[in-house]
C-alpha cells in the first residue's frame, strides 16, 4: 500500500515569469501533487506555501478574469482563466505565471 501511495505522488514543476519571480522569490519551485489536481487546486496550494492568495492574480475579487495581467502556460499552452477548474495536472508537468505580453499595435 505504501508504495502505492507513493506511486501516485510526483511533482510539478512550476515557473515563475517577471513579477511572480519577485512574489514568490524564485524562478521555479517543484511541488508534489497527487496522481491528479486541477489546476486551481495548484494554485491554491502555492498560495498555501508562499502565504498568499495565488489565484487572485488570475481571478478577481468578484469573479473577473485577471487576462489583461496573468497568464498561465500549462505544458507549453496557455490556459483560459475561466476554467482553471477543468484543467488536470500530473506529476511531470510543467506551469508557468507569468504576467501578460501586450504587443504593439
Given amino acids: ?5 507513493l506511486l501516485r505522488l ?4 512550476v515557473e ?4 511572480f519571480q519577485e512574489l514568490f522569490n524564485s524562478k521555479s519551485m517543484r ?5 491528479e489536481t486541477s489546476l486551481l487546486s ?3 496550494k502555492l498560495g498555501e506555501k508562499a ?3 495565488v489565484v487572485s492574480h488570475f481571478i478577481g475579487s468578484k469573479g473577473e478574469l485577471m487576462e ?3 497568464l498561465i502556460i500549462l505544458n507549453g499552452k496557455a490556459v483560459n482563466l475561466g476554467k482553471l477548474s477543468e484543467y488536470v495536472v500530473k506529476p511531470g508537468d510543467k506551469v508557468v505565471l507569468s504576467p501578460s505580453v501586450a504587443g504593439g499595435g
Fill in 1 to 5: 500500500m505504501l508504495l502505492r501511495i
Fill in 10 to 13: 510526483g511533482e510539478v514543476q
Fill in 16 to 19: 515563475f515569469i517577471g513579477r
Fill in 31 to 35: 511541488v508534489d501533487v497527487e496522481s
Fill in 42 to 44: 495548484l494554485l491554491k
Fill in 51 to 53: 502565504g498568499f492568495d
Fill in 68 to 70: 489583461e495581467y496573468s
